[in-house]
């Protein structure tokens, strides 16, 4: 595959991020969390991984630790071995307005706030932990210049 790229220092646009992905030991645990707890709608599944919808803009996939270790063939290609080991770090995006909502969303399903964050630009962080103790963030506006 070849690109061309034309004009003097043409530089393409990044969009956005459009999937991030985690690592989990137990599947089918992770599914039950993030579809409970974050109210994530299932895209696909399989024995190896699973696709969720965030707020119809990006994917979150989870795939069960060592599943991607290898590449897989679909019928349009090849998508290279991949993998991720320790605690990941995830921050989803929130409105200041639901922050306290959310905090009391997580307690009633037992789910204990690590941490929080008053940010200098005006942003605050409410992190906590999925089954496999990634690190998950709800940030606010103010927390980067660009959010």
Not at 21 to 33: E, K, P, Q
Not at 36 to 51: H, N, P
Not at 89 to 102: C, R, S, Y
Request: hydrophobic share 45%; proline share 5%.
């Amino acid at each position: 595959m070849t690109y061309e790229i034309s004009g003097e220092n043409a530089m393409p646009n990044l969009d956005r991020i459009l999937e991030t992905a985690i690592y989990v030991d137990d599947l089918s645990r992770s599914i039950r969390f993030y579809q409970d707890v974050l109210q994530l709608r299932v895209l696909v599944r399989d024995d190896r991984f699973c696709a969720f919808d965030v707020s119809g803009r990006s994917v979150l996939l989870l795939f069960r630790r060592g599943a991607s270790a290898n590449a897989i063939e679909l019928p349009g290609g090849v998508i290279p071995a991949h993998g991720g080991w320790g605690e990941l770090h995830i921050a989803f995006a929130v409105a200041v307005t639901e922050l306290p909502i959310w905090v009391a969303h997580l307690e009633s399903h037992g789910v204990g706030i690590e941490s929080s964050v008053d940010w200098p630009l005006g942003g605050k962080s409410v992190y906590f932990r999925d089954p496999d103790k990634n690190l998950l963030e709800l940030a606010t506006p103010g927390v980067w210049a660009t959010y």
